[in-house]
């Protein structure tokens, strides 16, 4: 089992920069597939990027597609979403999850971090 915490959320102009962050606790945080999710007020949770247990492999929704990088530090037990050149649609509350091995979907999540872009 894991525990999942982000951090780094906050208040932005729009075209700035922010990194989020999350922690996990357990000792088998490289053995997780991790992602970023969003939910957006009124809207449905979308999957912003995914990284694979060694890195080796990324995923980005077409909306955040070259101004997103996920990332992941094993050895930190944190993954991390640098964000640039923010717009106010990307306001939203942003959710780390982990795929426990043979899970079909996420089934470990944080408690989200909100992202506010300003216009």
């Known amino acids: 089992q894991v525990q999942l915490v982000e951090s780094g959320g906050g208040l932005v102009q729009a075209g700035d920069s922010l990194r989020l962050s999350c922690a996990a606790s357990?000792?088998?945080?490289?053995?997780?597939?991790m992602a970023w999710f969003r939910q957006a007020p009124g809207k449905e949770r979308e999957l912003v990027a995914t990284?694979?247990?060694?890195?080796?492999?990324?995923y980005y929704a077409d909306s955040v597609k070259g101004r997103v990088t996920i990332s992941r530090d094993n050895a930190k037990k944190t993954v991390y979403l640098q964000m640039t050149s923010l717009k106010p649609e990307d306001t939203a509350v942003y959710y780390c999850?982990?795929?426990?091995?043979?899970?079909?979907?996420?089934?470990?999540w944080g408690q989200g971090t909100q992202v506010t872009v300003a216009s």
């Open positions: 357990g000792r088998t945080f490289s053995s997780y597939p």
């Open positions: 990284i694979s247990r060694t890195r080796g492999s990324t």
């Open positions: 999850a982990a795929r426990q091995s043979g899970a079909r979907n996420y089934n470990y």
